[in-house]
C-alpha cells in the first residue's frame, strides 16, 4: 500500500545492519559505563563511538526533511527508520543525530531560524557537536492547553527580559546541552493564539538556573528531565524565532514531525518487545509444557502482531498524508496515531513483562523501561485527551461545519 523508494529501502537496510553490528552489542557496554560513572547523567563514550561509525555509514541526521541539512527523506520514507531506531530507543536515536528534542529543535531552526542561529546552533545540532532542550511545559498551569503558557518575555529596548518557571524540559542536564528554545508569552493580552512567542537562549545565560532532574517512574534519563527558573533573563532582540507572536504557530509546526518520529519509535519497541516475549515463551517450561503452549499466550502473540500492523498502517497513512496534503490536513491521523501508538505499545510491552515473571520488571531486560517511557509518552506532546478532544471536534464539524461555532 505505502511502496518504499529504492532509497528508503536501502536505508533500511543499512540501518538494519548497523542496528545488528553495533548498536545491540553496544547496549551493554553503555549500562556498564552507566553504571561505573556513578552519575545518571554520564555521557558514555560508546556512544561517541556509535555517532562516529554512523556518520562513516551514512546514517546521520535522517530526520531532516530538507536536502540542504539532510537527506531529504518524506515523512513516509523517514518512519520506518524511526520504528528501527526505537528497537534500541535510548542509544540507536541519539547515534544516528536522530533523537528529540534535538530533531524538532533542528527543525525550527531550519524554518524559523536567523542566519546567526543557524551558524551558532543549527550546524552544531547538525554536527553532533551539542545538544539542545525545549522548555514549554509549565508546573503553575495545564500546559496542555498551550495557550496557559505563562513565562513573561518583556520587551526592554534592544531585549528582552524572561521571567518564570518550566519544567519538563528534556535534555537540559545533557552534558552537551547548550542552548534551550523557550515559549512564553510576549503579548499576554493580544490574541489568544498570538500572545506566545518562542527564543533562543543559551543555557548558561545569566538568570538561567536548573533547579533539579525530575525522575520518570523512578529512572533518572540521562538526557534529564529538568525544571528550569527564569530570573531577569535578559536576550537580545535577534533571540526571536520569527516574529511576535508567532509561538503557538511555530509550536504546531515542530510537533506535526515529532510525533511522527515518537509512534513509530513506539512502534518498534513493541517490535522488539515481541520478540523478546516469544523468545521467553518458547525457552521457558511450566508444569511440563513450553510457555509458548499455553492458549492465553498464542493469544497474546496474535493480539500483539494484529496491534502492530494497525497501529503501523495508520502511522504510516498519516505520514502519506503529510507528505501530499500537509500537515493540516492530516490533523486528524497524527492526533489519532499519537493515542494509539503509545497505547499498542504498551499493551504489548505489558504482555511481555507478564511472560518474563519477575524478570520482567527488573533491569535486566529493556522491558520495564520501555512501560515507563511508553507511559510517558501518553502526556508528551500533549496527553491523549487532547488529540482525542482535536478528532471529536473535526468529526462533529464533518456532519455539522457550523458546530462549535455558535453563539
Known amino acids: 500500500m505505502f511502496e518504499f523508494s529504492e532509497r528508503a529501502r536501502r536505508y533500511q537496510e543499512d540501518l538494519l545492519a548497523f542496528m545488528d553490528e553495533h548498536v545491540y552489542p553496544a547496549e551493554s557496554i553503555y549500562h556498564a ?25 551514512g546514517l546521520w541526521n535522517l530526520f531532516h526533511p530538507h536536502p540542504e541539512w539532510g537527506p531529504g527523506l518524506t515523512n513516509l520514507e523517514y518512519a520506518p527508520l524511526a520504528e528501527i531506531m526505537g528497537r534500541s530507543a535510548h542509544l540507536a536515536p541519539e547515534a544516528t543525530n536522530c533523537n528529540a528534542p534535538d530533531t524538532g529543535n533542528m527543525e525550527v531552526l531550519t524554518l524559523f531560524g536567523t542566519p546567526e542561529h543557524k551558524e551558532t546552533w543549527l550546524r552544531p545540532l547538525l554536527d553532533g557537536e551539542i545538544a539542545s532542550a525545549f522548555a514549554m511545559t509549565e508546573p503553575a498551569v495545564a500546559s496542555s492547553d498551550a495557550t ?71 529512572y533518572q534519563d ?16 535577534t ?42 515463551a518458547q525457552s521457558r517450561t511450566t508444569f511440563g509444557a513450553p510457555v509458548a503452549d499455553r492458549a492465553n499466550i ?30 493540516r490536513n492530516a490533523r486528524v491521523e497524527i492526533a489519532a496515531i499519537k493515542v494509539a501508538a503509545p497505547e499498542v505499545a504498551l499493551k504489548v510491552v505489558d504482555r511481555a513483562i507478564q511472560v518474563h515473571g519477575g524478570g520482567g520488571v527488573s533491569e535486566d531486560f529493556p522491558l520495564a523501561s520501555m512501560y515507563a517511557h511508553l507511559r510517558t509518552l501518553r502526556l508528551a506532546d500533549g496527553p491523549d485527551e487532547v488529540h482525542k478532544r482535536t478528532i471529536a471536534q473535526m468529526e462533529l464539524r464533518r456532519r455539522d461545519p457550523s458546530w462549535g461555532k455558535r453563539k
Not at 267 to 273: D, L, N
Open 239 to 280: 533571540a526571536l524565532l520569527a516574529g511576535e507572536g508567532d509561538g503557538f504557530m511555530i509550536s504546531q509546526a515542530r510537533l506535526g514531525p515529532g510525533r511522527i518520529h515518537h509512534c513509530m519509535r513506539a512502534i518498534g519497541m513493541a517490535e522488539r518487545a515481541l520478540d523478546l516475549m516469544i523468545d521467553r
Open 33 to 57: 559505563q552507566m553504571t561505573e560513572s556513578g552519575d545518571p547523567h554520564f555521557h558514555p563514550p560508546i556512544l561517541e563511538e556509535l555517532k562516529t561509525e554512523a556518520r562513516k555509514r
Open 148 to 218: 496557559n503558557i505563562e513565562l513573561r518575555m518583556q520587551a526592554d529596548g534592544d531585549e528582552y527580559v524572561l521571567n518564570g518557571r518550566k519544567w519538563w524540559t528534556s535534555n537540559a542536564l545533557h552534558k552537551n546541552c547548550k542552548v534551550l528554545i523557550v515559549m512564553g508569552k510576549t503579548d499576554p493580552d493580544g490574541p489568544v493564539h498570538r500572545q506566545q512567542s518562542m527564543m533562543v537562549v543559551p543555557i548558561d545565560t545569566p538568570g538561567v538556573t536548573v533547579l533539579r532532574n525530575l525522575p520518570v517512574f523512578g
Open 298 to 327: 498464542q493469544d497474546w502473540i496474535a493480539e500483539s502482531r494484529i496491534e502492530i500492523e494497525m497501529a503501523r498502517l495508520l502511522t504510516l497513512k498519516a505520514a502519506y498524508l503529510m507528505d501530499t496534503v500537509g500537515n
Open 222 to 237: 540521562r538526557e534529564g528531565h529538568a525544571e528550569v527558573v527564569f530570573e531577569n533573563v535578559r536576550v537580545p532582540r
